[in-house]
T-cell receptor, first 113, second 114 residues
Framework: AQSVTQLDSQVPVFEEAPVELRCNYS??????LFWYVQYPNQGLQLLLK????STLVKGINGFEAEFNKSQTSFHLRKPSVHISDTAEYFC???????????WGAGTKLIIKP | NAGVTQTPKFRVLKTGQSMTLLCAQD?????MYWYRQDPGMGLRLIHY???????AKGEVPDGYNVSRLKKQNFLLGLESAAPSQTSVYFC?????????????FGPGTRLTVL
């Protein structure tokens, strides 16, 4: 079985500063990893995904994430945040052939002006 | 191409009332899901379906029923609403030929049970 831990429930950061949102997972099999973003009062949309290949994955809106198999992590980063990045970010994992996604509890990114 | 749509967007119920939430997708996806989202708890799977005419229980199925009579629609029913069912409900869908199960979400239904 898989599980996902998002280590921070909230991350406050000043505008134009860099940010890292942490995600760790556990699994006994190979996994696929996702970050979804939920803007206020909206549904979830895919930010980026790791399926295989290069461990550095680039997504929309300048976000990127790095898959680290030895540390079982998939942290999300952005070099310079904007007020429009205010949202909740969810990390999720699935195993091949498994039609369920296992979700982290979410991290709220709070941008301070 | 509307993707995943949900009806209604908002609803207020009294304890004991019933209602049905409708999810529709136009991507010809085989898999569909109902989640609830509560503060600090992320997304929790209520029920899911792997194809027309089939449904299965997720993590928190009690108090809910579902039906998938047509491939494009997935209905979530509350037979006797309780205040604990106050939540935001999301529907999602995914394709069977996506082995990694990328899910596509609707905009959500905000339900309040008084």
């Amino acid at each position: 079985a898989q599980s996902v831990t998002q280590l921070d429930s909230q991350v406050p950061v000043f505008e134009e500063a860099p940010v890292e949102l942490r995600c760790n997972y556990s699994s006994s099999v190979s996994v696929y990893l996702f970050w979804y973003v939920q803007y206020p009062n909206q549904g979830l949309q895919l930010l980026l995904k790791y399926l295989s290949g290069s461990t550095l994955v680039k997504g929309i809106n300048g976000f990127e994430a790095e898959f680290n198999k030895s540390q079982t992590s998939f942290h999300l980063r952005k070099p310079s945040v904007h007020i429009s990045d205010t949202a909740e970010y969810f990390c999720a994992v699935s195993a091949e052939g498994n039609y369920q996604l296992i979700w982290g509890a979410g991290t709220k990114l709070i941008i301070k002006p | 191409n509307a993707g995943v749509t949900q009806t209604p967007k908002f609803r207020v119920l009294k304890t004991g009332q019933s209602m049905t939430l409708l999810c529709a997708q136009d991507m010809n996806h085989e898999y569909m899901y109902w989640y609830r989202q509560d503060p600090g708890m992320g997304l929790r799977l209520i029920h899911y379906s792997v194809g027309e005419g089939t449904t299965a229980k997720g993590e928190v199925p009690d108090g809910y029923n579902v039906s998938r009579l047509k491939k494009q629609n997935f209905l979530l029913g509350l037979e006797s609403a309780a205040p604990s069912q106050t939540s935001v409900y999301f529907c999602a869908s995914s394709s069977w030929d996506s082995s990694y199960n990328e899910q596509f979400f609707g905009p959500g239904t905000r339900l309040t049970v008084l």
